[in-house]
């Protein structure tokens, strides 16, 4: 199933447990029946219901391009008669659906897709689903403002580094006798190090590619390759000091970054780091 994170939030004083995996949350229907009469019961009554059956159908179809639609068409045929059985796992089973999750284990329990649960809470209680829906966009705000936080701090750290950077450039690379226009194209060209090292390009290269965008390259950095950025501006800026030629501080930064990025981060876009950053051409 994926590295999985769990929170919990609490509604009309019951836990209730949040799984996401995939950038995609997950809150648990088991958690949710805890203080209805019924319990576990309710999702199963919940599932055989033809209208849920429905719901159900139209959500994979439009968000699951491996939905078998025509183990859902017998299924939705049966559904309504007095026989008919439903269960999370027989759902998931049948017609390979994303949207709920069945399993044991540590994150036990049944559990559905934001979408779904609050379809769910619908059926349970409209106070209930309201509650529902105030606690998880709180808990949506809350994370939002804590990355929110990570992503400044390390943007200031990458531009109290790069004060520490230009002033080794300064004492070091540019030559007294240039102009301060002519120390601004050192400067940038020393950014753009940097740039090619973490980002596969530089700054002139992502404006050409990005023209609708405002900002720079380094304003739509990730927060891990703002951190890195930050520990590259210190470690070239002592290059400098060592005399070391650019081409070789080039590859040597590179490869720090590539090392450190991938100790900061296990998900996909890092995974493809050596295939995006890596320097094909001295500048």
Avoid at 36 to 54: A, R
Avoid at 97 to 126: C, N, Q
Avoid at 134 to 161: G, H, I, V
Avoid at 258 to 280: G, H, P, W, Y
Wanted: glycine share 6%; charged share 25%; net charge positive.
């Amino acid at each position: 199933m994926g590295k999985q994170k769990k929170v919990v939030i609490n509604v009309q004083g019951t836990a209730i447990g949040i799984l996401s995996q995939q950038e995609q949350d997950f809150i648990s229907l088991t958690d949710m029946v805890k203080n209805f009469d019924g319990g576990s019961v309710l999702i199963e009554n919940w599932l055989k219901n033809k209208d849920t059956i429905l719901f159900l159908g139209v959500w994979e179809q439009i968000n699951n391009p491996d939905f078998n639609s025509l183990e859902f068409e017998g299924i939705k045929n049966e559904a309504g008669r007095n026989s008919f059985y439903l269960s999370a796992k027989k759902w998931i089973e049948k017609t390979k659906a994303v949207g709920l999750i069945a399993s044991a284990g540590r994150y036990g329990g049944t559990f559905a897709h934001k979408d779904i649960a609050f379809e769910f809470g619908s059926w349970l209680s409209p106070e209930f689903k309201l509650y529902l829906i105030k606690e998880f966009q709180r808990l949506k705000e809350d994370e939002n403002y804590r990355l929110s936080l990570e992503w400044n701090l390390n943007r200031t750290l990458s531009k109290l580094n790069y004060r520490i950077h230009t002033d080794a450039i300064k004492a070091h690379i540019i030559p007294p006798q240039l102009s301060k226009l002519q120390q601004g194209f050192v400067y940038a060209t020393e950014a753009d190090v940097l740039n090619v090292a973490l980002l596969g390009k530089t700054a002139k290269q992502w404006r050409e590619e990005n023209p609708e965008k405002e900002g720079n390259i380094r304003d739509f950095a990730t927060i891990e390759q703002l951190l890195v950025l930050a520990n590259l501006e210190s470690m070239n800026a002592e290059f400098i000091r060592m005399k070391l030629p650019q081409a070789e501080r080039l590859i040597k930064l590179n490869q720090i970054a590539i090392a450190q990025l991938k100790s900061l981060s296990q998900n996909r876009q890092v995974k493809k780091l050596d295939e995006n950053t890596s320097v094909k051409k001295k500048l």
